[in-house]
């Protein structure tokens, strides 16, 4: 087992790069079993006019392309903010081993809240959750940009 680092720093960076797009800043990282950097991505819904273009999305999508494999079993994925419900189900379906997620999303989360994606029924596969990982960044980070625009 190698030791435990965190790739949050990252995703955070990611979240920052999506604000300086003008999107809002959530970060997402997927990391393989070794420890590597699989994929990373920020949130791209606007420059892609895609709804579904959120940070997990695209880092699920880049990752599974990379492996070649609809599925990523023993990877972890990173995420700035409570994944959506959308998020959620997509990280069950590629059967994520553990997702650590930063700021609790009150309005739009699915996992702590809302549709509680995981401990729903119909959830083939739940991965060993973390939250609040650098929870006051990201959260500082959707506050600015939030601010900002008004
Ligand atoms: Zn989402």
């Given at each position: 087992?190698?030791?435990?680092?965190?790739?949050?720093?990252?995703?955070?960076?990611?979240?920052?790069?999506?604000?300086?797009?003008?999107?809002?800043?959530?970060?997402?990282?997927?990391?393989?079993?070794?420890?590597?950097?699989?994929?990373?991505?920020?949130?791209?819904?606007?420059?892609?006019?895609?709804?579904?273009?959120?940070?997990?999305?695209?880092?699920?999508?880049?990752?599974?392309?990379?492996?070649?494999?609809?599925?990523?079993?023993?990877?972890?994925?990173?995420?700035?903010?409570?994944p959506?419900?959308?998020?959620?189900?997509?990280?069950?379906?590629?059967?994520?081993?553990?997702?650590?997620y930063?700021?609790?999303?009150?309005?739009?989360?699915?996992?702590a809240?809302?549709?509680?994606?995981?401990?729903?029924?119909?959830?083939?596969?739940a991965?060993?959750?973390?939250?609040?990982?650098?929870?006051?960044?990201?959260?500082?980070?959707?506050?600015?940009?939030?601010?900002?625009?008004?």
């Amino acid at each position: 087992m190698s030791p435990f680092r965190s790739h949050m720093d990252l995703a955070l960076s990611e979240a920052r790069a999506a604000a300086a797009r003008g999107e809002v800043p959530v970060g997402a990282v997927v990391v393989a079993p070794d420890g590597s950097v699989v994929a990373r991505a920020g949130n791209r819904t606007r420059e892609m006019n895609d709804p579904t273009a959120h940070a997990e999305i695209l880092a699920l999508r880049a990752a599974c392309a990379a492996a070649g494999s609809e599925r990523l079993p023993g990877h972890d994925l990173y995420v700035t903010l409570e994944p959506c419900p959308m998020c959620a189900s997509a990280i069950s379906q590629a059967r994520i081993a553990r997702l650590y997620y930063g700021a609790p999303d009150p309005k739009s989360g699915g996992v702590a809240q809302g549709p509680r994606v995981f401990s729903h029924p119909q959830s083939h596969h739940a991965p060993e959750i973390y939250d609040g990982i650098a929870a006051d960044a990201a959260a500082g980070l959707l506050k600015a940009f939030f601010a900002g625009r008004r």
